[in-house]
């Protein structure tokens, strides 16, 4: 059973960072597939970012150039670097893994991003 805890979270002001890290078990971590994903209030569940097992990276537009997807495989950690935050970037964060030859999608709990203007 894949097993994802999300960190990093908090209150920053616009225009601060954050990094958010997932650390995985349960899997073969090279040869999942990783991503990002928020939720804000009100709103569906959005993808931000993914990585595949063989490191291809795919943006939301709203990030591109501001958050940087990353993965170490001696660690099980994806991480979400987050630049130049926007009030708008407030959402729950949510880790996502897909094991290569699996459908299943595997989820963390999420973790809360506040962004103050």
């Known amino acids: 059973q894949v097993q994802l805890v999300e960190s990093g979270g908090g209150l920053v002001q616009a225009g601060g960072s954050l990094r958010l890290s997932c650390a995985a078990s349960?899997?073969?971590?090279?040869?999942?597939?990783m991503a990002w994903y928020r939720q804000a209030p009100g709103k569906q569940r959005e993808l931000v970012a993914s990585?595949?097992?063989?490191?291809?990276?795919n943006y939301a537009d709203v990030v591109k150039g501001r958050f940087t997807i990353s993965r170490d495989n001696s660690k099980s950690t994806v991480y979400l670097q987050m630049n130049s935050l926007k009030p708008e970037d407030t959402a729950v964060y949510y880790c996502?893994?897909?094991?290569?030859?699996?459908?299943?999608?595997?989820w963390g709990r999420g973790t809360q991003v506040t962004v103050s203007s």
């Open positions: 349960g899997t073969i971590f090279s040869w999942t597939a």
């Open positions: 996502n893994a897909r094991p290569f030859g699996s459908t299943v999608e595997n």
């Open positions: 990585i595949s097992r063989g490191g291809n990276i």
